[in-house]
């Protein structure tokens, strides 16, 4: 599996952005996806998850409230909406495909990942 992300950019806060992860094929039959990010000289942190269904997402509690990350299945892609942006957003982005069904926050839970979309909040 093969993902792109794509949607990042330069954005000042207050805004919005959206972005998209596409995988190249149908990510199976019953695996969750997931947002991560990683800001310069921080470790990769969770951002948002969604079971295989689209029924059932988790959020980091940094971003809960902002952030919205839904899925096509038809189109085998991910996409996070990102609301009310400020500085401590600026990272890149990355999409990530589970091992499981079920949404997880830990890296670990993951075996596929896309290359990154970089987000930059000026303020």
């Known amino acids: 599996v093969q993902l792109q992300a794509s949607g990042g950019g330069l954005v000042q806060a207050g805004g919005s952005l959206r972005l998209s992860c596409t995988a190249s094929?149908?990510?199976?039959?019953?695996?969750?996806m997931g947002w991560f990010r990683q800001a310069p000289g921080k470790e990769r942190e969770f951002v948002a998850t969604?079971?295989?269904?689209?029924?059932?997402?988790q959020y980091a509690d940094s971003v809960k409230g902002r952030f919205t990350i839904v899925r096509d299945n038809a189109k085998n892609t991910v996409y996070l909406q990102m609301n009310s942006l400020n500085s401590e957003d600026t990272a890149v982005y990355y999409c990530?495909?589970?091992?499981?069904?079920?949404?997880?926050?830990?890296?670990?839970?993951?075996?596929?990942w896309g290359q990154g979309t970089l987000v930059t909040v000026s303020s």
């Open positions: 990530a495909v589970a091992r499981g069904s079920s949404g997880s926050s830990y890296i670990e839970d993951y075996n596929y």
């Open positions: 969604i079971g295989w269904r689209g029924s059932s997402t």
């Open positions: 094929r149908r990510t199976g039959s019953n695996n969750a």
